[in-house]
């Protein structure tokens, strides 16, 4: 009963640092989205896939790369983590198109802190 | 301009009130329609879709007005566990993504 699971679920990097957030989907889900969540900003898509060996840019996609080389996963990638990339980050999955239900279904979220 | 507005709140109303949300968005060629709820610290799950005639589930009651591009979200007799950030959201027609507004905070006391 695992659905979207992201790892790690906390982490403070140092400005500068790189890291990678996983995201897995046990649902054989065609699209995956990541999504930065900040206090007064509301959601905000980063970058989404809508398939194996697609990705494209969100809103805010500056700063982050993805990659998702498998159906099931979806990884975000800092490369120099600067302090205004310090947020809560969610995964989302959903069946794609022709099944256009506007069900995501997200994350636990993960909450990065850049110091 | 944002895609999604909503208006933050905070909304602190009694148990048993009624209170309603509403939420506008930029895009005409919006398609579909949602109200998310976020509890704290959690991660947003799906309250219902918003239909063109308007829908009712339970005690929510879902809105749609194309004309005024707004999307209304009213919850009767409500209860101390509907305390959350109710999240408005668009999908913008040929878009494979969709747009949250930021979120209306409710708490209900008792």
């Known amino acids: 009963n695992a659905g979207v699971t992201q790892t790690p679920k906390f982490r403070v990097l140092k400005t500068g640092q790189s890291m990678t957030l996983l995201c897995a989907q046990d649902?054989?889900?065609?699209?995956m989205y990541w999504y930065r969540q900040d206090p007064g900003m509301g959601l905000r898509l980063i970058h989404y896939?809508?398939?194996?060996?697609?990705?494209a840019k969100g809103e805010v996609p500056d700063g982050y790369n993805v990659s998702r080389l498998k159906k099931q996963n979806f990884l975000l990638g800092l490369e120099s983590a600067a302090p205004s990339q310090t947020s809560v980050y969610f995964c989302a999955s959903s069946y794609g198109k022709g099944s256009n239900t506007g069900e995501l279904f997200f994350g636990e979220g993960s909450r990065l802190t850049v110091l | 301009r944002k895609e999604v507005e909503q208006d933050p709140g905070p909304f602190n109303v009694p148990e048993g009130a009624t209170v309603a949300f509403n939420c506008t968005y930029s895009n005409s060629a919006s398609q579909s329609f949602f109200w998310y709820r976020q509890d704290c610290r959690k991660e947003p799950k799906l309250l219902m879709s918003?239909?063109?005639s308007g829908n009712e589930d339970g005690r929510f009651t879902a809105q749609l007005n194309r004309a005024s591009q707004y999307i209304s979200l009213l919850i009767r007799d409500s209860k101390l566990s509907d305390s959350a950030t109710y999240l408005c959201?668009?999908?913008?027609?040929?878009?494979?993504?969709?747009?949250f507004g930021q979120g209306t905070r409710l708490t209900i006391n008792p």
């Open positions: 896939s809508v398939g194996e060996g697609t990705t």
């Open positions: 959201v668009v999908n913008i027609q040929g878009a494979q993504k969709l747009v």
């Open positions: 649902m054989n889900h065609e699209y």
């Open positions: 918003v239909y063109s």
